[in-house]
């Protein structure tokens, strides 16, 4: 059941979107002065080292994180092949993506990056004292780990760890005291499952506890049960007259390919998204600067992408 270690995948592309969205949710939401709750159902260890030896065997991170903090030093492209994205890049990284980087920079000594944050320390750095984290890892190891990372933060009663399913362990925190609260939900997907029970988490969050803001990301992948996820929120969304927001990032193409001997070549994750319900009224606007920028740095093929869409 449990194979799934996120320290293989720290710092991928598909950390690099639901990071992004996560930091530009939590700056618009912490500036009310009403306290708020987090709640991070799948939170993983929490700190990652990008070259420790989970990282450095897939690699992932240097098709993600690495190739983006090295961007600003690339020469830009030739003016007249730019594309818009090339174009957007060579005025200046997105703020959303500039406010990232700066706050995964903030982990490490100058110029190094070997740390990577995950969503719980990304969170908790972004908290006022009057806000709490409540944060669910069901896997033996990884919830051990991000206890004693998070003990190191001294945050006293301020973040919860809970070695509880997410899905499960939310209901009783819902609604949250001062009825304001960003619910992540990051599953592994490595259980089929999964699909339906995140799209069921939030339909019964939402029954608790309308007003929420609740985030989901999801692979894009062909499997039916994948492409369910963003139509069935979406549905849910419109169903209870709530605003949504999907954002998609694609890097490469999801079609196998062959290598010389014939061998079938498994692309890997190719695209994700995040799916939001009630997100910050300026989330659109950021992410349809950044997204395309992101599209253009990370891509690997041609059918790198991006999309911003909303509703409600
Ligand atoms: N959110 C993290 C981040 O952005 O840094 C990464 C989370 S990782 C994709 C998913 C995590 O969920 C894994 O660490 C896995 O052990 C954990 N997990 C799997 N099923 C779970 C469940 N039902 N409840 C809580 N955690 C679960």
Do not use: C
């Amino acid at each position: 059941m449990f194979s799934y270690r996120h320290a293989f995948h720290a710092g991928n592309h598909a950390d690099v979107l639901k990071h992004t969205v996560l930091i530009a949710i939590l700056r618009h939401l912490t500036q009310k002065d009403t306290a708020l709750t987090v709640f991070d159902t799948h939170a993983g260890a929490g700190l990652y080292r990008l070259d420790g030896e989970y990282a450095e065997t897939s690699g992932e991170a240097a098709n993600g994180f690495l190739r983006l903090v090295a961007e600003p030093n690339k020469a830009p492209a030739p003016v007249k092949k730019a594309s818009a994205a090339t174009k957007s890049i060579a005025a200046g990284l997105a703020p959303v993506i500039q406010d990232y980087l700066d706050l995964v920079a903030s982990f490490n000594s100058k110029g190094s990056h070997k740390v990577y944050p995950g969503s719980p320390f990304i969170i908790q750095r972004l908290l006022r004292e009057r806000d709490k984290l409540k944060l669910f890892e069901l896997h033996p190891t990884d919830s051990k780990t991000l206890s004693a990372n998070i003990a190191q933060l001294e945050a006293g009663r301020q973040v919860a760890v809970l070695r509880e399913d997410g899905f499960e362990g939310l209901k009783k925190f819902l609604p949250p005291p001062a009825r304001r609260a960003l619910v992540l939900s990051d599953p592994s997907y490595e259980i089929k499952n999964d699909y339906a029970r995140v799209v069921a988490m939030v339909a019964d969050s939402m029954a608790r506890f309308a007003t929420g803001t609740y985030a989901v990301w999801y692979p894009i992948i062909p499997r039916p049960e994948a492409h369910d996820v963003p139509r069935k929120l979406k549905t849910l969304a419109n169903k209870a007259g709530k605003s949504w927001l999907n954002a998609t990032l694609t890097v490469k193409s999801s079609k196998l390919t062959a290598d010389e001997a014939g061998e079938v070549i498994r692309p890997g994750l190719p695209a994700s998204g995040m799916f939001i319900i009630n997100p910050p009224h300026t989330l659109k606007t950021a992410l349809q600067l950044a997204l395309p920028q992101l599209a253009e740095i990370l891509g690997q093929d041609q059918h790198a992408t991006s999309t911003v869409e909303s509703g409600g």
